[in-house]
C-alpha cells in the first residue's frame, strides 16, 4: 500500500489521510490554483511507523502522565516521547517509498511541513503547532519526516491537546512535502 499522494491525488475530504495541510493544497492543485509540486506522506505512514515500533501503547501511557499545570511534567513526557521516535528506525520499504517520491519532483531542496489530521476542523485548528523544516535535501528527507512526526509530542502541542480537550483523542500527523527554492 503507498503511503504517499501527490498533490493532485488529494482533495478537501481528505483531512483524515493527509492532514489540514495536506488536503488544502491537494484542492488547490485540483482547482488549478498555482502551488508548488509536491505531496504528501499520509498519516498511515506514521500509524505504521507506530504499529510496527509498538510506540502506540507507550505514547499513550506517557500521554496519560502529563499535567498540563505542571510544565517540568509536559517537558519531560515530550522529550521522552520525541527521543523514542527518533531511536526507532523507519521501515525500509517506507523509507524508500519517500526517497523515490523526492527523485520523481526532482527537486535540490523540499519543504517538510507537518499536518495534523485534526487541522482545520471545528475544535481545533493546529496551526504553527506543529514543525516545519526548510531547505531539506535527499539526505535528511527521511530524518525530517520523523521530526515532523515527532513535533505531534512538542511541550506546545501537548499543551495544545489539553486546551482543546483532545488528550483522550487520538490524533495523527501527515507531512506535506513541496519544492522549494532558495
Known amino acids: 500500500m503507498s503511503h504517499l499522494k501527490f498533490f493532485k ?10 492532514g489540514g495541510k495536506g488536503a488544502s493544497l491537494g484542492e488547490m492543485s485540483n482547482a488549478r490554483i498555482p502551488v508548488p509540486p509536491g505531496f504528501v506522506v499520509l498519516s498511515s505512514a506514521f500509524d505504521r511507523f507506530l504499529e510496527e515500533t509498538k510506540l502506540n501503547a507507550e505514547i499513550e501511557a506517557r500521554l496519560k502522565e502529563v499535567n498540563p499545570d505542571d510544565t ?3 517537558d519531560r513526557v515530550s ?3 520525541r527521543d523514542v521516535i527518533h531511536d526507532h528506525k523507519m521501515p525500509e ?3 524508500q517509498e519517500i526517497l523515490q517520491a523526492f527523485d520523481e519532483l526532482n527537486a535540490e531542496f523540499v519543504a517538510v511541513r507537518s499536518s495534523a489530521t485534526a487541522e482545520d476542523g471545528s475544535v481545533a485548528s493546529w496551526a504553527g503547532e506543529l514543525e516545519t523544516y526548510l531547505n531539506t535535501t535527499r539526505e535528511n528527507v527521511v530524518e525530517r519526516v520523523k521530526n515532523c512526526w515527532s513535533s505531534l509530542f512538542t511541550p506546545r502541542a501537548i499543551f495544545y491537546r489539553h486546551e482543546k480537550d483532545l488528550s483522550d483523542h ?4 501527515a507531512v506535506v512535502w513541496s519544492n522549494y527554492t532558495r
Open 9 to 18: 491525488q488529494i482533495h478537501k475530504t481528505d483531512v483524515a489521510i493527509a
Open 72 to 74: 517540568n511534567s509536559v
Open 79 to 81: 522529550a521522552v516521547l
Open 93 to 95: 520499504d517506507l523509507a
Open 170 to 173: 487520538y490524533v495523527s500527523v
